[in-house]
């Protein structure tokens, strides 16, 4: 079974940009989670879907968007680029089985802001 | 989401050393699990706790899960040059906020 894919794997993007990064996740998997990761921050929740509706929110300013089609592929959208935004976006697909949820990382895509 | 605290952050070993990273938290765990991450890759999931005191082994790694569900350990027994990497613990909230929260991580380093 093919894992998470991630597109592109990296990228650099200037103040003021926007960026779209696409995660498709392993077939069957209907949950998509991505997550930000910094050095000083670590690694952090950004958005969860399920069925294409957001499921759950992290502490991201509205900059920060994502959106599931009907095939589970997922993006998510930073606008208004700033420094900080460079680091490193994971996304996760997950199915649960009874009382277990594994997640599976896609290898990231690594975004650099100038 | 729930929050837990993991240390230490850093923990440099000699091979054949062993390894130790706690995970507390102030709340109960529903559950916890144990995620690693190579050095320029991506955390890759080890192991799933649900139960109070549940002990689980995989080779020369071995997970506890407190009595109380209000922490977690993960020890390395024999370190090897492959055990390098940053271990992660992670707990699923409940209701609204079912999100995984990670822990901060602990960086191992293990010298030859």
């Known amino acids: 079974k093919a894992g998470v894919t991630q597109t592109p794997r990296y990228l650099i993007k200037t103040r003021g940009q926007q960026v779209t990064l696409s995660c498709s996740p392993i077939?069957?998997?209907?949950?998509v989670s991505w997550y930000q990761q910094t050095p000083g921050q670590g690694l952090q929740f950004l958005f969860e879907?399920?069925?294409?509706?957001?499921?759950n929110k992290g502490n991201f300013p509205g900059r920060f968007s994502g959106r599931q089609f009907s095939n589970s592929r997922s993006e998510m959208n930073v606008s208004t680029l700033e420094l900080g935004d460079s680091a490193l976006y994971l996304c996760?697909?997950?199915?649960?089985?009874?009382?277990?949820?594994?997640?599976?990382f896609g290898p990231g895509t690594r975004l650099l802001v100038l | 989401g729930q929050q837990v605290m993991q240390i230490p952050q850093y923990q440099h070993v000699q091979e054949g050393e062993d390894f130790t990273t706690y995970c507390n938290s102030s709340t109960t765990l529903s559950n916890i699990q144990w995620y690693k991450q190579r050095p320029g890759g991506h955390p890759v999931f080890l192991i799933q706790?649900?139960?109070?005191?549940e002990v689980k082994k995989q080779k020369r790694l071995t997970f506890q899960f407190g009595e109380a569900k209000k922490n977690s350990s993960l020890h390395i027994t024999a370190t090897q040059t492959t055990d390098v990497g940053t271990y992660f613990c992670?707990?699923?909230?409940?209701?609204?906020?079912?999100?995984?929260?990670f822990g901060s991580g602990t960086q191992l380093t293990v010298l030859p």
């Open positions: 879907y399920f069925s294409e509706t957001q499921r």
């Open positions: 706790l649900v139960k109070s005191g």
């Open positions: 077939s069957g998997h209907r949950s």
């Open positions: 996760a697909s997950s199915r649960r089985t009874g009382r277990e949820e594994t997640q599976y």
């Open positions: 992670a707990v699923r909230g409940s209701g609204s906020a079912r999100q995984l929260t």
